[in-house]
């Protein structure tokens, strides 16, 4: 036995647009304004008070609201007399205000401020229309045309088809006489608006894709920069190990009979092994890279002489103090320190003024305080990535992962004229 399915057929066209005016007129509502607008401005107050910021669109808005409710009474005002109506000049106030209103609303409230026009428009036609033609000031119709645009910008397309098509037919109730060029006005305002609303959205998923692409382009970098670092402790590491068996064969010859020296080598074996251990903590939970380990000599604290010699010649004075106890600083603490005052160097001559850079180390008790800083050149925004509001080049995230590694502390910003980098290190202890 065969079970036919229903397939659904779509909503018809009787639903669709009731649907789409029933949103327009009673349930819809609007997007919420931006959060970052344009057209404000900032206006220093006298006295050193705080200054106040200007919205020129509503206040453009507003001056518009009061010419068209000016010119709406002057409209008015003439054929009134004229036909000898009956009733107080306030009532064409009152209607000039009504039709002005919507314009001061549009901007935060665009569908209420719609709906408002398509009360006060009908109502105010009906009461002058005796001897006005056409039954409505021309700021009126100005007003009409920027609420439907900000509509169709704020609104969905089905609130703005709803929209459109009441406009329409209100236009051509209203007066037949300017059916067709009000009509025309409506429809190229919605194509207006909703066009800005399409470029705006297209202009939002493009920023969300861009952001997405830099945090994962970040997060590669700091997955690359992780094995690496896992690379270098592994040879530090090996290291140590490589010293530990050497000695292990060779105290028991040396010390022959005496007791002693077997147990001073036996103490410096065990000492190089608690070093290693503490060493060995720092490659926990990060892997090694399949294509095998960079077997080279790492550097250390010993070779920053080295990073002054390689700036001079580029042109740039490195000048490196240090204080404390530097000679006995593990080497994975060494290495980073050294990799953090290389880095700094580097983006001070990628991007730095030419001025000189000041590395300062200092060993206080079980932490080593690296400080690095270099001029940064003239004008707003400079950072080390090179161009304004861009973010941190991949250098400053490789010295934050080293750093994080071991369980210290890191941080990189302008100060005044100098950018500087911060980090403190642990130097660490025994292992229980």
Same mark, same amino acid.
């Given at each position: 036995m065969i079970h036919q399915g229903r397939i659904a057929k779509p909503a018809p066209l009787v639903r669709v647009v009731a649907r789409a005016l029933l949103r327009a007129v009673v349930t819809g509502t609007a997007d919420p304004p931006p959060a970052r607008r344009r057209g404000q401005v900032r206006v220093p107050w006298p006295r050193g008070r705080r200054g106040v910021t200007l919205d020129l669109v509503r206040l453009g808005d507003a001056v518009v609201a009061f010419v068209a409710f000016a010119g709406g009474v002057a409209y008015m005002e003439g054929p009134a007399a004229a036909a000898r109506w009956p009733h107080d000049v306030a009532y064409l106030v009152i209607m000039?205000?009504?039709?002005?209103?919507?314009?001061?609303?549009?901007?935060?409230?665009?569908?209420? @401020?719609?709906?408002? +026009?398509?009360?006060?428009?009908? &109502?105010? +036609?009906?009461?002058?229309?005796?001897?006005?033609?056409?039954? *409505?000031?021309?700021?009126?119709?100005?007003? =009409?045309?920027?609420?439907? *645009?900000?509509? &169709?910008?704020? =609104?969905?397309? @089905?609130?703005?088809?709803?929209?459109?098509?009441?406009? =329409?037919?209100?236009?051509?109730?209203?007066?037949? %006489?300017? @059916?067709?060029?009000?009509? /025309?006005?409506?429809?190229? /305002?919605?194509?207006?608006?909703?066009?800005?609303?399409?470029?705006?959205?297209?202009?939002?998923?493009?920023?969300?894709?861009? !952001?997405?692409?830099?945090?994962?382009?970040?997060?590669?970098?700091?997955? &690359?920069?992780?094995?690496?670092i896992a690379r270098e402790l592994h040879d530090v590491v090996a290291h140590h190990m490589s010293v530990i068996a050497i000695q292990a064969e060779a105290v028991p010859l040396r010390a022959g009979d005496d007791a002693a020296r077997l147990a001073q080598g036996l103490a410096e074996i065990r000492a190089l092994s608690l070093k290693t251990l503490a060493e060995m903590r720092q490659v926990v939970g990060v892997l090694r890279g399949a294509e095998g380990a960079d077997t080279a000599p790492q550097p250390g604290l010993h070779q920053l002489g080295e990073l002054v010699e390689t700036a001079s010649r580029a042109g740039v004075t490195l000048r490196v103090s240090g204080s404390?106890?530097?000679?006995?600083?593990?080497?994975?603490?060494?290495?980073?320190? *050294? !990799?953090?005052?290389?880095?700094?160097?580097?983006?001070?001559?990628?991007? %730095?003024? %030419?001025?000189?850079?000041? /590395?300062?180390?200092?060993?206080?008790?079980?932490?080593?305080?690296?400080?690095? /800083?270099?001029?940064?050149?003239?004008?707003?925004?400079?950072? $080390?990535?090179?161009? $304004?509001?861009? !973010?941190?080049?991949?250098?400053?995230?490789?010295?934050?992962?080293?750093?994080?590694?071991?369980?210290?502390?890191?941080? +990189?910003?302008?100060?005044? +004229?100098?950018?500087?980098?911060? @980090?403190?290190? $642990?130097?660490?202890?025994?292992?229980?």
């Amino acid at each position: 036995m065969i079970h036919q399915g229903r397939i659904a057929k779509p909503a018809p066209l009787v639903r669709v647009v009731a649907r789409a005016l029933l949103r327009a007129v009673v349930t819809g509502t609007a997007d919420p304004p931006p959060a970052r607008r344009r057209g404000q401005v900032r206006v220093p107050w006298p006295r050193g008070r705080r200054g106040v910021t200007l919205d020129l669109v509503r206040l453009g808005d507003a001056v518009v609201a009061f010419v068209a409710f000016a010119g709406g009474v002057a409209y008015m005002e003439g054929p009134a007399a004229a036909a000898r109506w009956p009733h107080d000049v306030a009532y064409l106030v009152i209607m000039s205000a009504a039709f002005s209103l919507p314009l001061v609303l549009r901007d935060r409230w665009p569908l209420a @401020a719609w709906r408002w +026009a398509l009360l006060a428009l009908p &109502a105010g +036609a009906a009461v002058v229309g005796g001897f006005v033609s056409p039954p *409505y000031p021309p700021g009126a119709a100005i007003v =009409c045309l920027l609420v439907a *645009y900000s509509v &169709a910008v704020r =609104c969905d397309g @089905a609130i703005t088809a709803g929209v459109w098509l009441v406009s =329409c037919l209100t236009a051509v109730a209203v007066d037949v %006489g300017t @059916a067709v060029p009000a009509v /025309a006005g409506i429809t190229v /305002a919605v194509l207006f608006g909703h066009n800005v609303r399409a470029r705006r959205l297209a202009t939002g998923k493009l920023a969300e894709e861009e !952001r997405r692409a830099e945090d994962a382009l970040a997060e590669r970098a700091a997955l &690359a920069e992780r094995a690496r670092i896992a690379r270098e402790l592994h040879d530090v590491v090996a290291h140590h190990m490589s010293v530990i068996a050497i000695q292990a064969e060779a105290v028991p010859l040396r010390a022959g009979d005496d007791a002693a020296r077997l147990a001073q080598g036996l103490a410096e074996i065990r000492a190089l092994s608690l070093k290693t251990l503490a060493e060995m903590r720092q490659v926990v939970g990060v892997l090694r890279g399949a294509e095998g380990a960079d077997t080279a000599p790492q550097p250390g604290l010993h070779q920053l002489g080295e990073l002054v010699e390689t700036a001079s010649r580029a042109g740039v004075t490195l000048r490196v103090s240090g204080s404390g106890e530097l000679g006995d600083v593990p080497g994975t603490v060494g290495l980073t320190a *050294y !990799r953090i005052v290389q880095e700094s160097l580097s983006n001070a001559m990628r991007h %730095g003024s %030419g001025s000189d850079v000041t /590395a300062e180390l200092v060993r206080d008790g079980d932490e080593l305080r690296i400080r690095v /800083a270099n001029g940064l050149p003239a004008g707003p925004g400079a950072t $080390p990535g090179g161009l $304004p509001g861009k !973010r941190p080049g991949h250098g400053l995230v490789g010295m934050r992962e080293r750093v994080a590694m071991l369980g210290g502390t890191f941080s +990189a910003g302008r100060a005044g +004229a100098e950018f500087v980098v911060r @980090a403190t290190l $642990p130097i660490g202890g025994d292992i229980g």
